[in-house]
């Protein structure tokens, strides 16, 4: 919960958690809302880094298209790193009202078990996942859907 830095990341797959060291080569990252900000970071600190061979899929979780923060920085991350880097959005609802939602092309709903093994990588003993956001989202969606695919 928060920024307490149970997580660090120390790059080339490194991190610690909880201060155990510890190694990954991929990285499953769900987030919700204004909680992209741990992800976000870690993402981008293994994309700066060309020797880094970490590779991240990132599932980030809105109401709505409109509520997305820093889509254009997510998607440049993509386009960037399209062999390193792979992004999904998914939203609660389409309003009409928006014209984003004639356009839209992700996901529609919330994280359940089907998107996490449709968007994320499998649990493996190489694979970490990061998560971030509503506490409401962890304790109904995520840990149920990632316990359930062997994570």
Not at 63 to 87: C, S, Y
Not at 127 to 144: D, S
């Amino acid at each position: 919960k928060g920024p307490l830095g149970e997580f660090i990341y120390k790059g080339k797959g490194n991190y610690t958690w909880k201060g155990k060291p510890r190694h990954c080569n991929q990285m499953s990252m769900i987030a919700g809302g204004t909680g992209f900000s741990l992800c976000w970071q870690t993402a981008y600190a293994i994309m700066l880094d060309p020797d880094d061979t970490t590779k991240v899929k990132f599932l980030f979780a809105n109401q709505t298209p409109r509520d997305i923060l820093a889509r254009d920085l997510l998607e440049g991350l993509a386009k960037k790193h399209p062999d390193r880097f792979e992004l999904f959005l998914t939203v609660d609802r389409l309003p009409e009202d928006d014209p984003e939602s004639k356009t839209w092309e992700g996901d529609v709903g919330f994280v359940c078990e089907d998107m996490v093994r449709e968007r994320l990588f499998p649990a493996a003993d190489d694979t970490c996942c990061l998560m971030c956001g509503p506490p409401i989202m962890y304790e109904k969606a995520n840990i149920p859907a990632l316990k359930k695919l062997g994570y």
